[in-house]
């Protein structure tokens, strides 16, 4: 039997957002962390998908952190915190469920999730 989650929605903002990275907000520096000492930045364009209120996997890696800022159309981000079991490797990560957010994040927002954050 499929396992549901539900996660309600939340506006981005720094303080609820805390414990998966950074909102970056006027006249505050972040500064980008990477293994390879090397920032990279890439343009998506995201496409609408009808079933897009269901997740079936979710991102994470600990060599760099990742910024996300929409430019044409607000993105849903959901993120949970970075397991406390590095050691397991990739196949035995424990995700908090207790612990699952989304945020909408806005044309012009940013949002900074740090290494290791679930996204």
Do not use: C
Not at 26 to 52: H, S
Not at 86 to 111: H, W
């Amino acid at each position: 039997m499929e396992d549901i989650l539900k996660v309600k929605i939340q506006p981005l903002n720094a303080e609820a957002f805390k414990p998966y990275g950074q909102v970056l907000q006027q006249k505050q520096l972040i500064y980008p962390d990477t293994d390879e000492g090397r920032v990279a930045m890439e343009m998506l364009q995201l496409k609408y998908r009808p079933n897009a209120r269901k997740m079936d996997q979710m991102a994470i890696h600990f060599s760099y952190n990742q910024t996300f800022i929409p430019v044409h159309g607000s993105m849903v981000l959901v993120v949970a915190p970075a397991p406390r079991n590095r050691a397991a490797g990739p196949e035995g990560y424990e995700m908090d469920y207790e612990k699952v957010a989304a945020f909408m994040v806005d044309p012009g927002q940013v949002a900074f999730i740090d290494k290791g954050v679930w996204h």
